[in-house]
């Protein structure tokens, strides 16, 4: 994706105007100057990387949230289940192995370049603005009464992914406290309990995935600004919602007759929101034709733009067992326990019973913050005034939008606000 530009961005400042204060207690409207700020690093890709993420990653996300989305808000994170798919796929053997890489869009540099993007997007994406929270964690719950973890794939997933691998018993220990406990950890406790009955003693293992974001606006909605208007949701039936207002210099894209979009950047601008408005009011329509190719074209046409900008605030969580959509997409033998083969992960006889995905997301005239949880659930079979024109982008109707690090165009988070919550 182009880079955004900056010249015209103020960023909110903290109250002692150090960039190191905790991002999330910030004083209304302050601001600092630009050239205080640490430039944005870049994550550094290779090749293959680079075009994996523009084409099989952002693939497979755009077809995850196609396949799961309906009429209410819905929030997913697509870089969190391939993080918690790749683990397992180091695991995998024959066409078990190769559905997955071939749904995550990797088939051509298998297991091996997945891990290496990911242990990339892990030791990277934190260094790169450090007014930008970005963490990811990884791990490995094993039922000790059930399997050990061959050596190989125990070294694959700690040196790649930093897994922590811990061993339970499943019938004996409170496992379910222990994985609740994790997920609020590394979610800062938007993500308090995933798991809601204790796991049973004849799974192998819990492989987690936790992402959190939190980032503010470079360019700050002002509260006092924000008004009560209407929202349209897909049935046509109008809510009030708290829509926040801005006019300002942003990266602004239109596709004739799809959509209009623009880009909200977040601190020193390695990452960013988009909003996508589908042009005639039609979530449905958009969705429909919302390919990699309509994806890659809204990126290209993004152009700075002075922008009347109207969002509403908002929150929205979503818990999603995936299997039935991972199966549409293409893994069936991972799900089977007749056809599954993970024998390079344990000796155990192992399929994957479901994977739970669970997140969620606040915008508001401070920024964003969002996290994600996924679960790989492992069972066996065993046991303007100045003149200049400005442009309208109002979200009054249902929109998608994204939140995506720049220089290597990742969506981490995927979502749609209609006004209807699950």
Request: include cysteine.
């Amino acid at each position: 994706m182009k880079q955004l530009v900056s010249s015209i961005l103020v960023l909110l400042a903290f109250a002692s105007t150090s960039c190191n204060k905790e991002i999330g207690i910030l004083e209304q409207d302050e601001t600092i100057p630009l050239e205080d700020l640490i430039p944005r690093k870049d994550i550094e890709l290779t090749r293959s990387q680079a075009e994996y993420v523009k084409s099989g990653g952002n693939e497979f996300a755009l077809n995850l949230f196609k396949e799961i989305s309906k009429d209410e808000s819905l929030v997913i994170s697509p870089l969190s289940v391939t993080f918690a798919l790749g683990m397992v796929d180091n695991g995998a053997l024959a066409n078990t192995k190769c559905e997955i890489e071939r749904v995550l869009g990797y088939d051509e540099e298998s297991v091996d370049g997945l891990n290496n993007y990911c242990k990339t997007m892990i030791s990277s994406a934190k260094e790169i603005d450090p007014t930008t929270k970005i963490e990811f964690a990884n791990a490995a719950i094993v039922n000790k009464t059930r399997a050990i973890l061959r050596e190989r794939f125990k070294n694959a997933i700690e040196s790649n992914y930093l897994a922590d691998v811990c061993y339970k018993d499943f019938a004996n220990e409170d496992v379910k406290g222990y994985i609740n406990d994790w997920c609020e950890n590394k979610t800062h406790g938007m993500i308090p309990g995933l798991l809601t009955n204790p796991p049973s003693p004849r799974e192998v293992a819990h492989f987690l995935n936790a992402v959190y974001f939190k980032g503010i606006w470079s360019s700050q909605f002002k509260k006092g600004d924000s008004r009560k208007e209407d929202f349209r949701d897909p049935y046509g039936k109008k809510h009030k919602v708290n829509m926040m207002r801005q006019e300002a210099h942003f990266n602004y894209a239109e596709v004739p007759g799809v959509c209009t979009a623009i880009c909200l950047p977040f601190g020193n601008q390695a990452f960013r929101m988009l909003f996508i408005l589908p042009a005639d009011g039609n979530l449905y329509e958009l969705k429909k034709t919302l390919s990699l190719e309509v994806w890659n074209d809204i990126s290209t046409r993004l152009h700075d733009e002075k922008v009347d900008v109207r969002i509403p605030s908002f929150e929205t969580t979503s818990e999603l067992p995936l299997k039935d959509y991972l199966q549409n997409l293409g893994i069936y033998d991972a799900f089977n326990p007749t056809a599954s083969q993970f024998g390079l992960m344990c000796e155990t006889d192992a399929w994957i019973d479901q994977i739970l995905h669970k997140v969620k997301i606040i915008v508001d005239e401070q920024g964003s913050e969002a996290a994600a949880i996924t679960d790989v659930k492992m069972a066996t079979t065993v046991m303007g005034p100045d003149g200049i024109p400005v442009i309208k982008f109002h979200a009054d109707r249902p929109f998608l939008y994204a939140v995506t690090e720049v220089s290597t165009s990742s969506i981490i988070f995927l979502g749609q606000y209609t006004g209807i919550d699950i």
